[in-house]
């Protein structure tokens, strides 16, 4: 699937450190390499159904052996390994009674560093020795009994089944320690980094099965077909607590949702739930959600954070309409994609806005193989609309009770008619002060 990095951006899937993205909360990993072995994943979604089912599967399976899962090798043992691999000590075989002699003497200090180092390689060994153990099963999906048969015979030597059940924090005789600093770092070498990068992979995975389970994500279902389909029951935005559900129905006939409703109303978080429960299933993943049947999508492409760029001396107007023009020519391909946009030509004025607006939707309406979701504050272009048979018209209810504005992020059918605006200025005392200026100043604020 296809997703550009604006796009990633506006779905917040990533996002800079100590900033809320989807990929944070998801993040489970127990180490830097299982951090980015993950990342690497959610950078490219899938693209075809075959792929997308076989990781499901992956994920499935594990979700169901978590308590299996009894080992998880630690950052501070990956990043040990990975000082010892570098470390410029000489390699000894532990059959030379002089270099016996100078490690207990002049080198008792880089023998300190062997055992301690030891003890990080035998807790690797052991554990990717368990974890082949407890996963591999006659049920195991093929992608990771390939996995776990790569690691088994890596370890399958009789040194690492010696290093695996040694104590190294025990009276372990130097030649010995010797001995299996001289295997590990010399016959073993390339074998262990290719074991370190199975367990990133392997925890990237891990990682996957228990964001299923904390999130209570559930996996979609991929309908065939040629053309589009998005159907949700109850789909709510991930990075939200206590989210409000929306149940979501785009296929052929009403394949663009023109949704309306006052700011604040949660237009801009429907839009991108949508777009986030999209994306996820192309990864393989659970979407929160009660259900979800999708089709396989070629692209996401978003339209909601659009920014000028003053040192190009480019416009807000003027970056809005190249996305417009970049949607267009995605959509014309014939592919099949997810086009999100939200509050379209906030960058002109009025009566251009509405012109603009009326000319792309119409326009976009003509296409049948994508899905569009559109928000507008233009309200009233909604009438001029009506006579395009593949528009649903929807909209997120808001009011006021007892001086209070109230929103339930429901959607309901139809064009919404609310204007807060101008009690959003009452209910801060907007007003109230305009007329302090006028007492104070003498100066009519509204000249």
Known sequence: MEIDPKTFEDLSIFAREGEFSVFRTLNYTSTNGGKDALHQIF?????????????????????????????????????????????????????????????????????????????????????????????????CPTVLK??????????????????????????????????????????????????????YRLDAWHSMAIAM?????????????????????????????????????????NNFLFLTGANMSGKSTLIKAIGIAAYLAHLGLGVPAKSLELSLMNGILSNIQVQDNILMGESYFYNEVQRVKNTIAKVAGGKRWLILVDELFKG???????NCSIAVIRGLSRVRDS???????????????R???????????????????????RLKEGISKDRLGYLILKREHVLEMLAGLERDTGIDPGS
């Open 43 to 139: 950078q490219h979604p899938l693209s075809d159904i075959s792929s997308i089912v076989a990781m499901q599967g992956v994920i499935r399976y594990l979700v169901e052996r978590q308590s299996r899962w009894t080992v998880r090798v630690t950052n501070g043992t990956i990043i040990m390994i990975g000082e010892y691999r570098k470390s410029q000590i000489g390699l000894s075989s532990g059959r030379n009674l002089l270099e016996f002699f100078l490690f207990r003497t002049v080198k008792a200090g880089d023998l300190s560093f062997l055992r301690y180092s030891l003890v990080h390689i035998s807790d690797l060994l052991r554990g990717m020795m368990e974890l082949v153990r407890e996963l591999d099963d006659p049920a």
């Open 146 to 199: 390939t996995l776990l048969d790569q690691a088994g015979l890596l370890l399958s030597g009789e040194a690492c089944r010696e290093i695996a059940s040694t104590d190294f924090n025990g009276r372990v005789p130097v030649p010995r320690v010797l001995r299996f600093d001289y295997f590990v770092r010399g016959i073993f070498r390339q074998k262990l980094e290719q074991l370190i990068r199975l367990y």
């Open 213 to 253: 389970d904390k999130h209570r994500l559930v996996f979609p279902e991929f309908i065939s077909g040629e053309q589009p389909g998005f159907r949700a029951a109850q789909l709510y935005h991930i990075l939200l607590p206590d989210a409000v559900g929306n149940d979501i129905g785009l296929e052929t006939g």
């Open 348 to 354: 002109t004025n009025i009566e251009d806005a509405r």
């Open 371 to 385: 899905l569009f979701v559109l928000s507008t504050h233009l309200y009233e272009i909604g009438e001029d609309l």
């Open 387 to 409: 006579d395009l048979p593949h528009l649903m018209f929807r909209y997120l209810e808001s009011g006021m009770e007892g001086g209070a504005f109230h929103f339930n992020y």
